[in-house]
């Protein structure tokens, strides 16, 4: 059990110059993460407690104690997510890509937004109907020129009644990433096709960051919209 008087001490001692320097940024986050849920609060509470004082001491210094402030909370909230979120890297080719795709998507349990350049690889198209089939909340958005390909798999799905939008303008959506549960990103040069894992060499990053699955459900959403 870390002591209360050893967090108090750190913040203290940080707060000294108004700055969180790398050290004491990275003491204070490996802290947090060791911290229970009490000890987090208990830091931060005191975070404010000490700008408080700080600031009614000598006002001329608010400026140097917010941004202290500003660091030490975010630190807290870095420690609270965890050091580092699990990411992991697929190449092609090669059917690594392929089994990582069928596992987000079999494994998915509420929500999947893809919005992808095309779906021509029926083994995917399996494990999305077979989503929406569960009860997944599919949506995907594609590009309205490779709909048209031969071995395109948008009309099955919106047949199946999954629900597919297309960019609709004369360049391409060219995206090839995809949203789970709104807490996994699938994202790389990976295109759901055959040949994207027979022959071609591609990537795929799958990322459990809360960032980037906001920034990219964000995207998606915007995406959507548009092309409602």
Not at 46 to 51: G, K, P, S
Request: with cysteine; glycine share 4%; proline share 1%.
């Amino acid at each position: 059990m870390i002591a209360l008087d050893d967090l108090d001490r750190l913040l203290r001692e940080s707060a000294a110059d108004g700055r969180l320097d790398h050290d004491e940024r990275l003491e204070l986050r490996d802290i947090g993460q060791q911290a229970t849920a009490d000890q987090v609060r208990f830091l931060r509470n005191r975070a404010f407690d000490i700008a408080r004082e700080s600031m009614r001491a000598d006002a001329t210094t608010a400026l140097d104690v917010l941004r202290w402030l500003e660091q030490v909370v975010k630190t807290l909230e870095v420690a609270a997510i965890g050091a580092s979120a699990a990411t992991t890297a697929f190449f092609s080719p090669g059917d690594a890509c392929l089994r990582q795709l069928q596992s987000l998507w079999s494994n998915a349990k509420r929500s999947a937004d893809a919005c992808v350049f095309t779906i021509a690889d029926d083994r995917i198209t399996r494990v999305i109907l077979d989503a929406h089939r569960r009860g997944v909340t599919v949506r995907i958005v594609s590009d309205d020129d490779k709909r048209f390909d031969t071995g395109s798999d948008l009309d099955e799905l919106v047949v199946a009644g999954v629900s597919v939008r297309t960019d609709a303008t004369p360049y391409h959506m060219h995206h090839k990433f995809a949203v789970f549960d709104g807490a996994t990103v699938a994202n790389g040069s990976f295109n759901w096709t055959r040949s994207a894992s027979s022959n071609n060499f591609e990537n795929l990053v799958v990322s459990s960051d809360p960032y980037l699955a906001r920034v990219f459900a964000g995207h998606f959403e915007t995406l959507w919209s548009r092309f409602a």
